[in-house]
């Protein structure tokens, strides 16, 4: 191999390295709905109030088909539908502002939200 390619491989490799760990640390926030008329969005199983501008990983557990989780916010819009049951992952970018998290069809009782600093 010649040393134009052995320095290009080096290249590609280094790169490779340097993305890796950026994208598997980003940290990450739980949201679920359900089963009864409970919505909510934890950071380490603690209850999300505000949190620092920047990039997460979002874990929606949607435990009932009469529920959503619906996520709204600066630039954000993101939901589950009512009918479905399961785990969602959403990586968004979360900007400075109140973001606000509820089930659809229940708003008035089953409603959240938080800062982004």
């Not at 049951?85 to 089930?103: E, I, P």
């Amino acid at each position: 191999m010649s040393r134009i390619h052995l320095a290009i491989a080096a290249v590609a490799v280094a790169a490779l390295v340097a993305i890796a760990p950026a994208t598997a640390a980003l940290p990450k926030l739980v949201g679920t709905d359900g089963p009864g008329f409970t919505i909510t969005l934890k950071k380490a199983g603690k209850k999300v109030t505000r949190v620092k501008h920047g990039r997460y990983t979002i874990v929606v557990k949607d435990l009932s088909a009469a529920h959503n989780f619906h996520l709204t916010g600066p630039g954000l819009n993101k939901k589950t539908t009512v009918s479905f049951q399961g785990t969602k992952t959403w990586t968004v970018t979360l900007k400075k502002g109140t973001y606000k998290f509820v089930c659809d069809p229940h708003a008035p009782i089953m409603k959240g939200s938080f800062k982004v600093f």
